[in-house]
């Protein structure tokens, strides 16, 4: 008999005594797994219910309102954009405002929203954004009105603004020229700092 064939058969001669070791020791160490999984799951679980509850702010919450007038040479203009939660609750915010362009009858003018850098402000990065009773969130918006009264141009009388995930928008006056209806907007944040 070989030294492997010794081994194996002293293996198979105590092999109810490991094995039965073996099992014990398993079966601790999945009790011992579980229980420490159901803890860490019950903490994420809890962290992620909590997450939950905190909904996404509405339009009927916020109010849309208009802060610092921004402007600068080569015709660009612009002007920075508060959403301020009015309602009863903490709500969350993310990612950048819709944009659109109205006339005075409130018909949509044709107009394109480009999301990130502005002339006056590098977007934040996206980020969520929890907005107590009465707490403010910002964007910053410019244009450019190099081509006032011509076709290239349009002319504005009022802004639409359409929070993230929202389905509807807020109405704000803005008689302004746009040439081809272009806006550009940062994310939102709680404040962003401009260059005049």
């Known amino acids: 008999m070989t030294h492997q064939d010794q081994t194996h058969t002293t293996e198979t001669a ?20 579980a229980a420490g999984l159901g803890i860490a799951g019950a903490g ?10 905190t909904p996404t702010c509405t ?8 802060g610092e007038t921004l402007a600068g040479g080569m015709n660009h203009q612009g002007v920075v954009l508060k959403l301020k939660n009015t309602g009863a609750h903490t709500c969350l915010l993310r990612g950048y405002p819709g944009l659109g362009l109205e006339n005075a009858a409130h018909r949509t003018l044709p107009s394109t929203t ?33 081509n006032t009264g011509t076709s290239d141009a349009v002319h504005a009388a009022y802004l639409q603004v359409t929070p993230p995930a929202a389905t509807s928008h807020k109405t704000l006056a803005f008689p302004e020229w746009v040439d081809h209806g272009d806006l550009r907007v940062t994310a939102l944040a709680y404040r962003i700092d401009v260059t005049p």
């Open 114 to 146: 480009h999301w990130g850098d502005t002339w006056y402000a590098k977007s934040p990065a996206k980020t969520t954004l929890t907005l107590r009773k009465g707490g403010t969130a910002e964007a910053v918006i410019s244009w450019t009105h190099a």
């Open 14 to 33: 105590t092999a109810p005594r490991s094995d039965r070791r073996r099992r014990l020791l398993c079966a601790t160490l999945a009790v011992t797994t």
């Open 59 to 66: 339009v009927s919450g916020l109010s849309a309102s208009f």
């Open 44 to 53: 994420t679980a809890g962290a992620a219910a909590a997450a939950s509850t």
